[in-house]
């Protein structure tokens, strides 16, 4: 006797559903892991809010602003010559860079910044560049020591101590270097300070060296930071990224060589840049960065007029009694300068009406000042450009896909300020 | 020059929305008539004028005049190092224009921050939320009525802010016998010879 026995067939949708359940099932729930704000490997407050399946990253957003002092508002608030002692606390790793820039911001609202003496042209680049190189020497020593690799941090803080002593004999203060002025800078080079810089370029480009042998061909950091977070041409270019990080994913762009300012078309120096804009092309470049910088201030020492001690007394500010302070000699002696001395400390710097933006290749990218006058002594709108803010916004992008011990390596190879970012 | 000739192709294109290039130290705005255009015209500027890198977008608050905000858009052209300024105005009752977050990537923090400090919304972002300030600020504080002192807020468990004391400081540049708010440059335009109305005049007018 024959029975009649239901088989069940479940259609393809059907089927398709639990198979995804039991692969949900499997996977488990997405946990959310918050990164910072206080984390040694956030390099300052940023905050990211990540998604995690397993230890690989679904979702990441950056969460930033813990360090807004609202510069930008306080800029309007004050004369032009008052807010260069802000920017120094920009990006607090390379103060000078940033006053170099700010000065320079200004000076093109006034149509003076190619007027600038060939002295002070050649003291703001190697200012510039001295900063460069010691912001990536902090750059690569944290992006290192994230990675297990303690020795490099060792050496490149050993560097960037003689770089604050130059800046202390030069400037009289090692962090908050506030140097320069509205059409020029604050004092000269003080005696012995080129002998004391050359002697620095000697001993750092053996230690950029070292640093090359100890990271570039070992095996750990290869492993580690090469083919992470590949960020493309195309979407370098779409976020906005700049300076090494920029160049690292093969954009020849360097504000230096596309629009020069100071002195550097007479400079020679190479546009570095990387091939697959990976974590260790950013590296690469910012290596060889270093290195160009050297080369520039070399050439910087060997070329300025006046030398080393100025004795043919080639002036550092632009002859204008009303942009720049007379000498307090002739504050006490001529009533002309007193009147000059007494406007631009109570009113500032007395600038046109008109807009101007100037971009300015700092360590960390394009700084940029969008200034917006109605004529007088203080700004009407000030807009900070800051690369880290720019450079930062790519997060969402390429963290999802990385593990979870990545992140520390991307945000390092980033290079980033929040003081600059958050403002 | 390069970067007017770029220009005038812009004004071609879209006629009488465009206004005639100006030139100051070197660089070149041109003005958008219809800030409801501005995303039509940077997708212009970028796929046939090349301007593929969106340097900043800045905003500014014209305090007392009217429209009220003006939109700044730097635009750069990374293969011939061309840069262009195109600027917009907005009313303070519509507050809004379109995202250029289709054209360019970048510009999504920066509408947030703009939204963030001076409160003007990008219609089509999709996720404008406060940025340097947190969730739950009830201010704009980039806004020239703003006081640089700041107003009290309390967002329970969140953050707060206080009055800062102004006598002292560094900010105070007007000569007067007025409080210290009172003397803020900020509101000041030089032509006009009525230095530092206070928050409640301010409100009043």
Known sequence: MATVQDIEIRDSAARTAAALEDLQDMQGEKMVLNMGPSHPATHGVLRIVLELDGELITKAAPDVGFLHRGDEKIAENMTYTQFIPYTDRLDYLAPLANNVAYALAVEKLLGVHDKLPPRCQYIRVMCAELARISSHLLGLGAFAMDMGAVTVFLLTFTEREKIYNLCESLTGARLTTSYTRIGGVSRDLPPGWTDQCRKFLEEVIVNINECETLLTRNRIWVDRVRDLAVISKADAIDYGLSGPNLRGSGVEYDVRKAQPYLCYKDLDFDIPVGATGDCYDRYLVRMEEMRQSVRIIDQCLKKIPGGADNKTKEPINVDDGKITLPSKQKVLSSMEELIHQFMLVTEGVNCPPGEIYFGHENPKGELGFYINSKGGGTPYRMKIRSPSFVNLSIIPKIFPGCMMSDTVAILGSLDFVMGECDR | ?205
Not at chain 2, 71 to 86: D, F, G, K, M
Not at chain 2, 117 to 125: E, K, L, Q, V, Y
Request: hydrophobic fraction near 40%; proline fraction near 7%; glycine fraction near 6%.
């Open chain 2, 1 to 205: 020059m390069l970067t007017l000739d770029l220009a005038n192709q812009l004004k071609a294109k879209f006629g009488d929305l465009i206004s005639e290039p100006a030139q100051f130290r070197g660089e070149v705005t041109v003005k958008l008539a219809d800030a409801q255009q501005i995303a039509e015209v940077c997708a212009f500027a970028k796929t046939k004028l090349g301007f593929n890198y969106l340097v900043d977008i800045s905003s500014i608050d014209n305090y007392g005049e009217d429209p009220r905000w003006t939109l700044i858009y730097h635009l750069r052209n990374l293969a011939n190092n061309a840069e262009l300024r195109i600027k917009t105005d907005v009313s303070e009752e519509k507050s809004e224009l379109p995202t250029v977050l289709g054209v360019w990537a970048t510009s999504n923090w920066h509408e947030r921050e703009i939204y963030d400090m001076m409160g003007i919304r990008f219609s089509g972002h999709p996720d404008l939320r406060r940025i340097l300030m947190w969730e739950g600020y009830p201010y704009f504080p980039l806004r020239k009525d703003f006081p640089l002192a700041g107003k009290p807020t309390d967002v329970p468990d969140v953050a707060f802010t206080r009055v800062t004391p102004m006598e002292g400081g560094p900010f105070v540049t007007l000569p007067s016998s007025n409080d210290s708010i009172a003397r803020e440059p900020r509101v000041r335009v030089p032509e006009d010879a009525e230095p530092g109305l206070s928050d409640k005049q301010l409100a009043k007018k």
